[in-house]
């Protein structure tokens, strides 16, 4: 199960971070990432963490204002969104792939959350 949190409504050039709890799964995740869908749009990928191994990857669109990071003792995966802009609107999901792999495509992708929104007007 994955649950999301810390959504909502900015300005542009604001800050939100996203939270997201794993849990329910002994043995971990392998991969864990955001994906964010604007209305209209197609599921995309933004950020995702290996679990393992801490290497973090990012679409083009948001290198240098979003950090994926991790908190294995408490299960946690965390997307600290700095100088936001409108195109950043969507709802947000944490996503994971539990066994081996790249979590970066949604065909990938083996639990997802409900979903955060986040606004930047």
């Known amino acids: 199960q994955l649950v999301e949190s810390g959504g909502g409504s900015v300005q542009t050039g604001g800050s939100l971070r996203l939270s997201c709890v794993v849990s329910g799964h002994s043995r971990g995740s392998n991969c864990v990432g955001w994906f964010r869908q604007a209305p209209g749009k197609e599921r995309e990928g933004v950020a995702r963490?290996?679990?393992?191994?801490?290497?973090?990857y990012y679409a083009d669109s948001v290198k240098g204002r979003f950090t994926i990071s991790q908190d294995n003792a408490n299960n946690m995966v965390y997307l600290q969104m700095n100088d936001l802009e409108p195109e950043d609107t969507a709802m947000y999901y944490c996503?994971?792939?539990?066994?081996?792999?790249?979590?970066?495509?949604?065909?990938?992708?083996?639990?997802w959350g409900k979903g955060t929104q986040v606004t930047v007007s």
């Open positions: 996503a994971a792939k539990m066994i081996e792999g790249s979590c970066s495509v949604v065909s990938a992708i083996e639990l």
């Open positions: 963490i290996y679990t393992g191994s801490g290497n973090t």
